[in-house]
């Protein structure tokens, strides 16, 4: 009999590709969806959080829970309105289903959650990061806490837990390379800033391939920081793009300024880096398809 994977935010960049990896290993997925909506080979069940409503029979046929489900960080202002949705996109869902699996009988064997480097701030500068770091201070530090906080509350009802800490994902559909890649495309890309602020980034393949090692592997518990081995300053990233896509750089870098009057305080995303270790998976038999930047982006660009 074929096992379960019940994914909530699955219709979103990472959700939708880990389907398709999903499906090919020879899973069911099932998605938690506020949503009433019909998707290929996926069985939706509805929710809303907000309101505390789920259906009970998307847990007890979860045979492994993958919680993908958040607002975007980078998808509006920062409004203290935005910021509250932020957080509570995050945390509400995961309350609720702690909540109905302390109630009902399941059958789940492990529950990987999404979280990010965020945890340790949004700017660290060359300080080596690994999973053992402190928190930071600032608002995605205070996010990616409350986000473990609720994945919590899932491990205390007795579920083998995985949190992975989600670095700059890279894909051709979505996310942060398409917009880095535009400009350059057209011959008016440049650094941001001083360029000089760490990337640790991700192929968008080998985090759903971590996501699936989390939930096969019964010896994988607890915080694991999902970046590839080479970071990169957002200057070289800027390079490599336009080294891939054979376009010149020659306009100075885009002055901080210039992107605070844009973006307000989210302006802060994209001026600041961090240098993250993936220590922990060093450790286990994890191995990268995409272990550097020329490989990754010449995978994501040239297709």
């Known amino acids: 009999m074929k096992q379960n994977v019940l994914i909530t935010g699955g219709t979103g960049l990472i959700g939708t590709r880990l389907t398709e990896m999903l499906l090919e290993k020879g899973y069911e997925v099932s998605y938690l969806s506020r949503r009433n909506e019909t998707i290929p080979n996926v069985k939706v069940y509805q929710w809303n959080p907000a309101k505390g409503e789920l259906d009970h029979e998307a847990l007890e046929n979860a045979d492994f829970l993958i919680n993908l489900a958040g607002a975007g ?12 949705e932020i957080i509570q996109s995050r945390t509400l869902g995961l309350s609720l289903i702690a909540n109905r699996l302390q109630s009902r009988r399941f059958k789940l064997k492990a529950f990987v959650a999404a979280s990010a480097i965020g945890f340790y701030g949004a700017d660290t500068g060359d300080e080596h990061l690994d999973e053992t770091h402190r928190s930071g201070l600032d608002f995605l530090a205070h996010v990616t806490r409350q986000w473990e906080t609720a994945s919590e509350l899932v491990q205390n009802v007795g579920i083998r837990t995985v949190a992975l800490r989600i670095g700059i994902v890279l894909s051709a559909k979505g996310g942060a390379l398409p917009k880095i890649a535009l400009p350059v495309r057209y011959g008016v890309g440049a650094p941001l800033a001083s360029g000089q602020q760490w990337t640790s980034w991700i192929h968008i393949d080998d985090l759903c391939r971590l996501f699936i090692a989390g939930i096969e592997n019964p010896d994988w518990s607890g915080t694991y920081n999902a970046v590839a081995p080479t970071p990169v300053t ?12 054979k376009r010149p750089l020659w306009l100075p870098n885009i002055p901080a300024f210039i992107l605070f009057l844009m973006y307000g305080e989210l302006a802060r995303v994209v001026l600041s880096g961090n240098y993250v270790v993936n220590r922990r998976l060093q450790l286990t038999n994890f191995e990268y398809q995409f272990e550097n930047i020329d490989n990754a982006l010449e995978h994501l660009l040239m297709v």
């Open 73 to 84: 960080i980078a998808d509006a202002r920062w409004t203290a309105a935005r910021k509250q």
């Open 234 to 245: 957002n200057a070289a990233l800027t390079r490599h793009i336009a080294d891939v896509l």
